[in-house]
């Protein structure tokens, strides 16, 4: 007998593909060629025992590459380089594609009010959320296919072309978990999208903690389990036994959750507000910032804590191509010095990157605000749509300013050995 909350399961992954049959595509094929492109360019590169010994004897010793890459092993290999490099990146772009998917199907819906007409039909109360769930899950195994694939035409071995790409699969498929669970607990989509964040970021740092001080810590991270799989090294298969547990409790825990709370709102509510409102909401521009400080904070102490890890490794980003020549000329860079200089300004460029993604995450809440209908009741009032959008645009000008200090990076590269003159 079929289970009732489960009805209209099927239909929903139909109709969610369809919404989703080109962002998931392009999520893939660039997953794909991400790795086809670092495999390429490692073979050209580090093409001679010389300039493999001189990798390994400067990212293998050093925190920075470590923190940022993984555990450096392999690397005796052309392929243990590209696992090293690449292992990160396709990592933290699967697990971006499982949250916006599972959060696309799932919260954003019900936020939306689009829950509520589905349900309204025979269709189980379950059914969203596993339908979801099981897009996801396709389309972290598609970007699975889609590394090996990248990894294996570009002439890598095919045991460790499916072990990378089965491992970061698996990374995709935890956070998938994660994201349904986060959906339950709050009841609006910035929160998921905050929560589920915030953990993938409690994640990396633990993994890269575990990684340089040798202590077993990056058992306690899902990226951890992938790159203790050892691609085109040891070929570690067990380690993806974790995620294979780990995933469906995480889904069962999020059906579980589901069935405690009403539609439309998350297990965490939110407190109460004032009796009366306070005079700063008086006018467009306070209703704004009242509305904005919030995600502001969260990009603020993100970006000034990517600013911190920034500036603490420049000092090892030196000591990195100091023992590797081929690194410098690669970089065309004149000296460590000057290498320093190359780095901090990738970094400006993120962290621009970052400040600029925050710019359009505020502006783009103006149109939230009116396709949710609590645009109407503030144009109702004297309030020109003018004034109401100009409040927007400023808050988010104001605040992508604000968001940058924290970020700034604050280092002064000291005088090494050879380079004392260069000052």
């Not at 039909?121 to 996801?136: D, F, N, T, W």
């Amino acid at each position: 007998m079929s289970n009732p909350t489960l009805a209209g399961t099927g239909v929903l992954l139909r109709f969610a593909a369809r919404r989703d049959r080109l962002r998931l595509p392009v999520w893939v094929v660039a997953g794909g060629a991400l790795v086809a492109v670092q495999s390429t360019s490692n073979q050209t590169f580090y093409r001679t025992p010389e300039a493999l010994a001189a990798y390994r004897a400067s990212a293998g010793s050093n925190a920075a590459s470590i923190a940022f890459s993984g555990p450096p092993v392999g690397l005796d290999t052309v392929a243990g380089t590209v696992a090293f490099e690449i292992s990160t990146s396709v990592v933290l772009l699967t697990v971006l594609m499982a949250m916006f998917t599972t959060v696309r199907h799932t919260r954003a819906d019900e936020e939306a009010g689009r829950t509520e007409l589905v349900r309204s039909a025979q269709v189980g109360r379950q059914a969203p959320l596993v339908a979801a769930s099981l897009l996801s899950s396709a389309a972290c195994a598609g970007m699975g296919a889609a590394i090996a694939a990248g990894a294996a035409l570009t002439g890598l071995p095919v045991s460790g072309s499916l072990l990378l790409g089965t491992a970061t699969a698996s990374v995709g498929l935890v956070f998938t978990g994660v994201t349904a669970v986060c959906a339950q607990l709050t009841g609006v989509t910035r929160g998921v999208y905050g929560l589920t964040g915030g953990l993938l970021g409690i994640a990396f740092v633990v993994r890269a903690v575990g990684d340089i001080t040798g202590n077993g810590l990056s058992w306690a991270s899902p990226i951890g389990w992938a790159q203790a799989t050892h691609p085109w090294s040891s070929d570690r298969w067990w380690p993806l036994l974790l995620p294979v547990v780990a995933t469906p409790v995480l889904l069962l825990a999020a059906r579980r959750l589901l069935d405690r709370r009403d539609l439309g709102v998350g297990l965490w509510q939110p407190r109460p507000g004032a009796a009366t409102a306070p005079a700063s909401l008086s006018s467009p521009l306070g209703l704004a910032w009242r509305l904005h400080r919030g995600a502001l904070l969260g990009w603020a102490v993100g970006v000034g804590l990517l600013g911190f890890v920034y500036g603490w490794l420049a000092e090892s980003v030196e000591t990195l191509i100091e023992d590797n020549p081929d690194a410098e000329v690669f970089l065309g860079a004149d000296g460590a010095a000057d290498l320093v200089d190359a780095y901090l300004g990738v970094t400006l460029q993120m962290t621009a990157l970052l400040v600029a993604g925050h710019a359009v995450s505020a502006t783009c809440r103006a149109r939230t605000e009116e396709t949710a209908g609590r645009a109407e009741p503030v144009l109702a009032t004297g309030v020109s749509r003018s004034r109401w959008l100009g409040s927007h645009l400023t808050v988010a000008l104001a605040g992508g300013d604000r968001a940058a200090r924290p970020g700034r990076v604050h280092h002064r590269p000291q005088p090494r050995g050879d380079h004392r003159g260069r000052q």
